[in-house]
């Protein structure tokens, strides 16, 4: 029986492309439109681009997709054959020129997985954005999350492949989804502290330097709750990074791109705590799922 994922959000969509030669790929999401989104960055070392439309002083926009890739840097090419797609279907901001699709995207470094030379390009993200569908979402190695893993910081002995993962609960009359793709140097736990990755909670490995590039947890929360006010959604964006800090030890260090995105559609009702505390749920359940289905795949 599936479990309920990001796209139990009704009109929430997801796409993969995977080059499994490689170990990396692409995700993309969209969502109803108009939205709101936001984005909260922790991680020292991040990989993005369109973020900047998200922060406070920016007049708010609709985003029309949002991009996950693996590639490190090079991976956010993959985001232009998003816009293309996009402008081809005549979406975007409204401009004296035409629309410009708004299209954030941020990405994960898995160089070291597969062919360091297959890096996501632009007709990538087209065919993830052409694949994208209402069914439950493909979780494990696949997408962004092909190449990706978890446990570096303890060595290479210690080090599993990671993947997506994905969760949504109701809460009143609206729904809470999200997408995580996971690629952490620190050990996963549950959100009841139960060690996934065969680390210790209070452990102290060999410094995190010695493993730069292997972090980042790129989070998507999505809700058809009616919230207007951006600030309520970075409150949402704040549990989304608690729940990474429950269950990813080390996170947020200087070597990691870790961010979340929140966007917000629709007009059901729902109680703001309970939002932000279903955030925390659902990021922590994706990430526990990331561990279960990429170990399933191996």
Not at 178 to 189: E, K, Q, R, Y
Not at 205 to 231: F, H, K, Q, Y
Request: glycine share 14%.
């Amino acid at each position: 029986m599936s479990v309920p994922t990001i796209t139990a959000v009704p009109g929430v969509e997801v796409g993969h492309h995977t080059d499994t030669a490689a170990a990396t790929g692409v995700t993309v999401i969209t969502f109803p439109e108009p939205n709101r989104a936001v984005v909260d960055v922790r991680g020292g070392a991040p990989g993005t681009r369109e973020t900047d439309v998200l922060g406070d002083a920016i007049k708010p926009v609709t985003v029309n997709a949002l991009v996950f890739a693996g590639g490190s840097a090079f991976g956010l090419a993959a985001a232009n054959g998003v816009v293309e797609e996009i402008e081809s279907e005549g979406r975007g901001a409204p401009t004296p020129a035409g629309p410009v699709p708004i299209v954030p995207a941020a990405i994960v470094f898995d160089l070291m997985t597969g062919d360091v030379r297959g890096r996501p390009e632009a007709e990538h993200g087209a065919a993830a954005y052409k694949n994208r569908s209402g069914a439950a979402v493909a979780m494990g190695r696949v997408g962004a999350g092909a190449g990706t893993t978890v446990g570096a910081w303890r060595g290479p002995g210690a080090i599993r492949f990671a993947g997506i993962g994905s969760a949504a609960v109701r809460v009143g009359e609206s729904t809470v989804g999200a997408l995580v793709v996971l690629n952490a140097a620190g050990d996963v736990f549950s959100l009841e502290g139960e060690s996934l990755t065969g680390g210790e909670p209070d452990s102290l490995a060999p410094p995190i330097g010695s493993v730069p590039g292997d972090n980042t947890t790129l989070v998507c929360v999505a809700t058809d709750a009616g919230i207007e006010d951006r600030n309520e959604l970075r409150r949402i964006a704040i549990r989304a990074h608690d729940a990474i800090g429950a269950c990813i030890r080390p996170t947020h260090t200087r070597y990691d791109g870790d961010s979340a995105f929140v966007v917000s559609f629709g007009s059901m009702d729902a109680n703001l705590d309970a939002l932000q505390q279903a955030a925390f749920v659902v990021v922590g359940r994706a990430i526990e799922r990331a561990v279960a289905e990429a170990g399933r795949a191996s």
